[in-house]
């Protein structure tokens, strides 16, 4: 045989082999598939939920009397809360106008001579120089037909009538104006045929001087601002509403506010503003109200309290003792006949000031929910799961409510706080069992590791829930 058919054969060979290969995976596969086997990457947390129905505890009623376990039934409350706050009142962006100087010049005269000071609209603020608007004035008297050439024609001629350029006219109107001459200031340049040496700048709004930026006698450029003056007859309130109450709030609802200086006056307060973006720090979302204060008692910056009134409705109701909340979802222990309970996911609405949850959906009126107990089904669920040969024997081995036990950690769940130990019997507390059990500290979760042999200290609380309120290495 030649090197060339050695090669070939060597070839065949190995592609021979590795089909071989690839149809023995595939039929491992197939054959997997058949069996219905779920794939070993799935998490049991994630699965634990797919099918409520599947996770069953019957109880003995020993076990039900001596854990505390009591079913009440699902009914019908009508659910209100309060949302209380603390903001700072502010003044309306609106509101504020900066007063500038419109052209280069000097303040001659200022009328209002200190912030704070409540000016009207039309009141004089201050005089101002300005050669830019002296020549501006002196152009509109030209463009009007009434210069100097004009009057001495007129006065030679009494009958003889004035002409205007209206095109003129009403570009040097709007210049006037541009400087901040009022329309009655220009009527009254009209009919005096002469400009004056100073213009008063007024107030273009009734408010309060917020800030008096500028002194008699200083010379200022175009845009220099002189006042910041604000209109305080309507304030803003901001407060932060938690994100599970915002769908209570609507636009234009009327909010009560109470301000500590003026004790049992209330003011109103209509809502304007629901922001669009949440605080990520908080949770909360920012509401606006607008709130009138036509007597200037509300001042910016002056605190207030505000308690939005919530009204849910009537709905299903449950204790909150009844509910178990995990990272993947609220639920419950159903009571059934023969003291069977079965586990239903829930969705929650409101917490109402009593303890209850609105339950939006999983339950129906009339549902019977273990509302005291519920961590005590759920731990002997754990437990059926982790040793199916466990009997339901909560509390049968004594009386005791603590007692010292020794065992190894079979696994340690964070997220829900727990810690399944294979234990011997606590004489007087708990019989010789695989269990799950809450922690009273979270740091005793990283204090041991899995397949640690411990001492432990279990207790019994007065809801019936045990809980390991010690644990160490042996």
Not at 21 to 47: D, F, K, R, Y
Not at 51 to 63: F, H, I, P, Q
Not at 76 to 98: K, Q, Y
Not at 468 to 473: D, E, L
Request: glycine share 8%; net charge negative; no cysteine.
């Amino acid at each position: 045989m030649t090197e060339e058919q050695k090669s070939i054969s060597k070839k065949t060979i190995w592609l021979i082999a590795g089909s071989a290969i690839v149809l023995v995976i595939v039929a491992i596969l197939i054959w997997s598939h058949g069996q219905g086997s779920q794939p070993t990457w799935l998490p049991v947390s994630a699965s634990k939920f797919e099918s409520d129905t599947t996770a069953m505890v019957r109880l003995t009623n020993e076990a039900m009397v001596r854990a505390g376990i009591v079913a009440q039934p699902v009914e019908m409350r009508n659910f209100s809360s309060i949302i209380s706050a603390v903001g700072i009142m502010e003044i309306p962006d609106p509101a504020e106008r900066t007063i500038a100087a419109r052209a280069r010049g000097r303040i001659e005269k200022m009328f209002v001579s200190a912030t704070g000071m409540y000016v009207h609209k039309g009141e004089s603020l201050f005089e101002f120089y300005s050669p830019d608007i002296l020549s501006a004035e002196t152009e509109y008297l030209i463009a009007a037909g009434v210069g100097d050439m004009d009057k001495n024609i007129m006065a030679q001629n009494p009958g003889m009538e004035h002409h205007s350029d209206p095109g003129l006219l009403k570009a040097a109107k709007e210049r006037l104006l541009l400087y901040g001459l009022t329309s009655e200031q220009i009527n009254r340049l009209e009919d005096n045929l002469k400009v004056s040496n100073t213009v008063t700048i007024t107030a273009p709004i009734d408010g309060i001087i917020l800030q008096k930026q500028s002194q008699e006698g200083a010379y200022v450029d175009e845009g220099a601002s002189i006042y910041q003056l604000a209109d305080l007859s309507m304030l803003w309130a901001e407060v932060e509403v938690p994100e599970a109450d915002i769908r209570f709030i609507r636009m234009g609802q009327t909010i009560p506010i109470q301000a500590e200086a003026y004790p049992g006056a209330e003011f109103k307060g209509t809502v304007i503003l629901i922001s669009p973006i949440e605080d990520q720090a908080s949770r909360t979302i920012r509401v606006r109200l607008a709130v009138p204060n036509p007597s200037g008692k509300l001042r910016p910056a002056m605190t207030f309290t505000t308690s939005v009134p919530i009204a849910a409705g009537n709905a299903l109701a449950i204790p909150q003792s009844a509910v178990i909340r995990s990272g993947i979802a609220d639920y419950v222990w159903v009571a059934s006949d023969n003291n069977m309970f079965t586990r239903h996911s829930v969705t929650l609405g409101a917490l109402s000031s009593d303890n209850y949850y609105q339950v939006l959906s999983g339950l129906s009126f009339g549902d019977r929910v273990a509302a005291n107990g519920a961590f005590l089904i759920d731990a002997e669920h754990d437990l059926s799961q982790n040793n199916p040969m466990a009997g339901m024997n909560m509390g049968e081995a004594g009386n005791k409510n603590s007692g010292e036990g020794t065992g190894v950690v079979r696994s340690i769940d964070n997220e829900r706080q727990k810690i399944t130990l294979d234990h011997s019997t606590i004489p007087g507390v708990m019989p010789a069992m695989t269990m799950a059990y809450k922690v009273a500290d979270p740091k005793f979760l990283h204090s041991v590791s899995t397949n640690e042999s411990v001492r432990f200290t279990l207790t019994r609380e007065v809801n019936g829930e045990y809980l390991i309120t010690s644990i160490q290495k042996q």
